[in-house]
């Protein structure tokens, strides 16, 4: 799935995340993709809003009709609502509708309008926007081309791996495959190397544990930070294997490189962490 999304794109995805913990909700609500993409788009959400600052407003209506409860650590993963499942789905359709190569953040602002009913298309549609009036202003524009991971490497690495991480919970195989490189590895915490083919063959058995609703992690720090390389260790805990009882806790080494038009990455490598 996120192949095709620019950089902006995957970024209003983790800021949802990082707004539902905010509220302390279960899940990623439609508002969540909305205040998301608000913080991330400015400029989108001047050109069809009319101003760049609509965010506050928005956000005191949400308020007003969400349950706010306690705040959730960002470690812990939140999963997408089937609402938000099928904003994504229909980003990809409104990108494919306009002959564009890459998802962008005006492909899910329409997808977010089209899901009816929901919270967030209330908000917009209140606004006056309309599907058909934004496909026909974007038909008029060059068709969405992804920021070069080049021109923000910090950033645009760190929204990668983010996502990536945050996917391991709810997004398939199809979708997750597509973070990595065609040379990239996974080294098991036994030590086994694993090619990409392996790696998508073997995805559910090697990133199940991450998947488990108990499983959090932390980045525990970054070993390398440059245009073209990022390196993170991410500490898991709760990472358990039915043959592994006590290797409850595993550090997860991330190596992520500049592709065409995204941050790939190259290896993951598990090591994992014995009680004393």
């Given at each position: ?65 969400i349950t706010q409860r306690q705040r959730i650590s960002t470690a812990v993963e939140v999963p997408l609502t089937e609402e938000c499942k099928k904003v994504l ?188």
């Open positions: 799935m996120f192949e095709r999304y620019t950089e902006k794109a995957r970024r209003v995805i983790f800021f949802a995340r990082y707004e539902a913990s905010q509220y302390g909700s279960p899940y990623i609500e439609t508002e969540h993709l909305l205040l998301g993409l608000l913080r991330e788009d400015r400029a989108l959400v001047k050109r069809f809003l009319g101003e760049s600052s609509a965010e506050p407003g928005i956000r005191t209506e949400i308020e007003g009709q789905k229909l980003a990809g359709e409104e990108a494919d509708r306009l002959g564009h190569r890459h998802i962008g953040t005006e492909h899910v602002l329409v997808a977010l309008i089209r899901v009816e009913g929901s919270l967030a298309a209330k908000l917009l549609r209140k606004r006056g926007l309309k599907p058909e009036a934004i496909r026909e202003q974007l038909a008029k524009t060059p068709a969405s081309v992804s920021v070069k991971a080049s021109t923000e490497p910090r950033r645009g690495a760190t929204a990668t791996l983010d996502s990536f991480l945050a996917g391991l919970k709810w997004l398939s195989s199809e979708d997750l495959i597509s973070f990595f490189a065609k040379n990239a590895e996974f080294i098991d915490a036994s030590g086994k190397r694993w090619n990409r083919e392996e790696i998508w063959k073997g995805f559910e058995t090697l990133f199940a544990p991450y998947a488990k609703k108990n499983a959090t992690h932390v980045v525990e720090g970054k070993l390398a930070e440059t245009g073209e390389l990022f390196v993170a260790v991410v500490l898991w805990k709760n990472a358990l294997l039915a043959s592994e009882q006590r290797a409850w806790m595993h550090r997860m080494s991330v190596v992520l490189l500049t592709g065409a038009d995204a941050w790939e990455i190259l290896l993951v490598q598990i090591t994992a962490i014995q009680p004393s």
